[in-house]
């Protein structure tokens, strides 16, 4: 009978191992979609989209705000008194100038966190990011990267759609606060 609750014991385990019970990071904040503003307050900055890799056009009903060529509105002075948070669309500053000067991805990984990318999926101090944002279903190759610990005033920025980013913390790395100028916070209404 002992000998029987121990298998029992074990398979349930087994069980439990395989189904995938890991702790995880949500997001129940985030939007899969920035918002349309129909009254443009004055102190919002056009900003042009110049990559695509925020480019989710399955998501919006008609054409994608962020469609290279096309313009979202950016709060230049939002982190002047709010904190920077994860799943935040932010405007940075690049750190290749030679193609362009700012572009846009979104927060994952914040200061003292360990960000890590396994076959598509984002960990954060190896618990899944559990998000639309977290998984980067359109990769072909399901990228993986080695882990970076984010020091005091980094963060982590991807593009949703990963293989698209070109400037975010998979090619350069994690970005201070100051790299960080503004976030996104809609579209104007076409």
């Known amino acids: 009978m002992k000998r029987k609750r121990v298998v029992v014991g074990f398979l349930l385990l087994v069980i439990w191992i395989l189904s995938g019970c890991t702790e995880t990071i949500t997001d129940k904040v985030t939007e899969k979609k920035i918002k349309v503003i129909e009254k443009v307050d004055p102190s919002l900055t056009e900003v042009e989209v110049e990559t695509d890799g925020m480019l989710a056009s399955f998501v919006y009903d008609g054409p994608d705000p962020f469609g290279i060529g096309n313009k979202v509105l950016a709060d230049m002075n939002y982190y002047k008194q709010n904190d920077i948070a994860r799943g ?3 405007v940075f ?13 979104r927060v994952v990984g914040l200061p003292g966190e360990t960000v890590r990318i396994d076959k598509g999926q984002v960990y954060i101090d190896d618990k899944m990011l559990d998000t639309f944002y977290g998984n980067d279903s359109t990769s072909e190759n399901n ?8 020091k005091d005033g980094e963060y982590y920025i991807l593009a949703d759609v990963r ?19 503004g976030k996104i ?4 209404k076409r």
């Open 143 to 150: 990228d993986s990267w080695d882990p970076v610990t984010l």
């Open 163 to 181: 293989w698209r980013g070109f400037n975010d913390s998979q090619t350069a790395g994690p970005f201070r606060k100051e790299d960080i100028l």
């Open 185 to 188: 916070l809609g579209y104007k």
């Open 88 to 90: 935040d669309i932010v």
């Open 93 to 105: 500053s690049t750190k290749n100038k030679k193609n362009q000067d700012t572009d846009m991805a």
